[in-house]
């Protein structure tokens, strides 16, 4: 799944396109009723940003784009008049490259960025103060943006604090603080070990103790953490 250092990447790729006019076409049926395509032939590209799990891509005349790539959505950047099999979603066509979107199930022009709270890739976090079950306050885009579950799962492992905690209670600086650096490494193309993300029932590689595994929040989203050695007690009920 995308998580905010794969959108860095993608962001970093599309900047080649940065500056130029672009022609737009959706080849895929479903992305030709977001009618983003239209809306953007011909525009020059100011910028493209990463925020969090999203990419804004701005055009001239106060046009922006967010494409959010869910689990399955990948950004390509090619030589222009590539030639590909099948539809992408979103083809945005320079002198030299073209950025080719597939399966992009989130496409839409947006009026202004959503509020998200700091990218913990790129922003100042001093000012983050989570609140709720620490577990779920990572996931929060709106508290701090660009953490998916593998990272928080495995940030709170090496923090030692159970995703059930009280965000208030913990020390919220190291569990952030960890987060950055397994992203920025991944971000960087190292691919950090997992100690507890999809390894339930497994032992803990610190403590021994067999991971365990919960959906929490919402969302549901799984939570993986190890009873034996990340403080901060259960699921509620426990
Ligand atoms: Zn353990």
Redesign the pocket.
């Known amino acids: 799944m995308p998580e905010g250092d794969a959108l860095h990447r993608a962001a970093r790729r599309l900047s080649v396109l940065v500056g130029e006019r672009v022609e737009a076409e959706s080849p895929h049926p479903r992305a030709q009723v977001t009618g983003v395509a239209p809306r953007i032939d011909g525009r020059r590209l100011e910028a493209v940003e990463a925020v969090g799990k999203n990419l804004f891509l701005r055009f001239e005349g106060g046009i922006t784009v967010r494409s959010h790539l869910r689990m399955s959505g990948r950004w390509r950047v090619e030589p222009r008049g590539a030639a590909r099999v099948g539809r992408p979603w979103l083809v945005l066509r320079g002198p030299a490259h073209e950025a080719v979107l597939w399966n992009g199930p989130v496409l839409e022009v947006v009026r202004r960025p959503l509020r998200l709270g700091p990218d913990v890739l790129t922003d100042d976090l001093s000012t983050v103060r989570l609140h709720g079950p620490i577990g779920e306050a990572l996931l929060d885009q709106r508290q701090v943006s660009g953490i998916g579950n593998v990272w928080r799962c495995e940030a709170l ?1 090496h923090a030692r604090v159970s995703p059930w905690a009280d965000a208030v209670a913990v020390d919220q600086r190291e569990i952030l603080h960890y987060a950055h650096r397994l992203m920025a490494a991944a971000l960087d193309g190292e691919r950090p070990r997992r100690h507890v993300y999809r390894r339930a029932g497994r032992a ?6 067999p ?1 365990r595994s919960r959906g929490q929040g919402d969302d549901n989203r799984i939570a993986y953490w ?1 009873p ?3 403080g901060g007690g259960g699921p509620p009920g426990e």
């Open positions: 492992w803990c590689p610190r403590c021994g103790t991971i190890c034996g050695c990340q």
